[in-house]
């Protein structure tokens, strides 16, 4: 495991210990983990100004689907990878988390279906990883289950499973901020009868409420999120007149409804604030910034361009990437502009991102995002996770 420090050499991974400064105390003011502890591994000595450190992956690809992270919460990172199909390939049956105070990397999950399983999906919140463990019959139907990880003492609970007599081709999506744990499930429970249910879970109180449930063949619940007094998703239509529109449930006043914003996918929500892509999951579109508690919509254009993908939001900050993979963007919703965009370099694929919110009432966040170098050369793919400190000052 190595890191490198944005205030660094261009691309040198060097050994050394990091100062209890730079990102040290940029960590500190968001999450309020610092000094950094010097760790076994090699680490970069950082610069003073530095505010970013890139963090080598053991698998080198990122896939770009949704809930496949990263994830950024209270000074941790989460993220799954693979090596690309061949003598060498490897499936995501892994989550690995590094602890930025601490400098330690860790693989916490591991799919219990061992080389049939997969990571359907996973969401870090504090100390708390939840995440969907797939495995697949030799028929192509998903078995699963959806468990929670105490990553501070190690200890696994399982949520939820596969009912059994139901046939599901489609993991549970979920959607985790470490009290709730929105969960979507699309199964067939007899031939032709296809059902899809959105269900909130309170894991500490052992209590579950079924939020929505709907059956047809061709419509399914897709892209969970949770603001602060909201669970919000998709219904997906399918077929000649495709459409995908925005339900939200009042978790106050135990209600549902359909908000009137159009077509909009991939959702993400933090505080009173949802972001979301305009239009159906599969093409291009606008990234949108919308509030619960007003019912207004903000902006429909956060990124002025029609080609952007998988936003993500926190601590004030919409972040996104380019539809060709070719970058990542953060807005500030405080200035109301683009504040930050990574390199375009050659051989280079962005993957998804993530934003933590500040824990100290600063008002600085942290975001993540992946990549993937020398994509299309003769040598090794290389996968970077990268941790960032912005300031909407």
């Known amino acids: 495991m190595a890191l490198k420090s944005g205030g660094g050499r261009r691309g040198s991974v060097v050994g050394g210990a990091c100062a209890a400064g730079g990102v040290a105390v940029l960590l500190t003011s968001v999450w309020g983990v610092g000094p950094w502890r010097e760790a076994s591994g090699r680490v970069v000595a ?116 596969s009912p059994p007599g139901a046939t599901s081709f489609i993991p549970p999506q979920i959607a985790f901020d470490g009290a709730r744990l929105l969960v979507l499930q699309s199964m067939s429970r007899q031939a032709g009868a296809f059902e899809s249910t959105a269900t909130l879970y309170t894991p500490s109180r052992h209590t579950s409420e079924v939020l929505a449930r709907l059956s047809s063949p061709t419509t399914s619940f897709a892209d969970p999120a949770l603001a602060r007094d909201a669970a919000l998703w998709t219904t997906q239509t399918f077929g000649q007149h495709p459409s995908s529109r925005l339900n939200a449930y009042d978790m106050r006043r135990r209600s549902l409804r359909v908000l009137p914003v159009g077509d909009v996918s991939q959702l993400a929500a933090s505080g009173d604030l949802v972001a979301w892509k305009s239009g159906l999951t599969s093409g291009p579109g606008r990234i949108g910034l919308y509030s619960v508690q007003s019912g207004r919509v903000l902006s429909d254009d956060l990124a002025h361009s029609d080609k952007a993908i998988y936003p993500a939001i926190g601590g004030g900050f919409v972040s996104w990437t380019a539809i060709d993979f070719s970058r990542v963007c953060i807005y500030s919703v405080a200035t109301r502009q683009v504040i930050y965009k990574t390199p375009a370099v050659p051989q280079r694929v962005y993957g998804l991102s993530a934003i933590s919110d500040s824990t100290t009432g600063a008002r600085d966040a942290a975001v993540s995002w992946v990549y993937t170098a020398n994509v299309s050369s003769k040598t090794a793919m290389r996968g970077y996770v990268v941790v960032r400190v912005v300031s909407s000052q």
């Open 46 to 161: 950082a610069a003073p100004q530095a505010n970013e450190v890139t963090i080598a992956s053991p698998r080198p690809y990122f896939v770009p689907l949704n809930g496949q992270g990263p994830s950024l919460s209270a000074g941790r990172v989460a993220w799954t990878a693979n090596t690309p199909q061949g003598p060498a390939g490897s499936p995501i049956d892994r989550i690995y988390v590094y602890n930025l105070a601490q400098r330690q990397l860790s693989t916490p999950v591991r799919s219990h279906y061992g080389t049939a399983g997969f990571i359907g999906g996973f969401a870090l919140a504090g100390s708390a990883l939840a995440y969907v463990d797939t495995g697949v019959t030799p028929s192509r139907i998903f078995t699963w289950r959806v468990c929670i990880v105490d990553l501070r003492h190690g200890g696994t609970t399982t949520v939820l499973t």
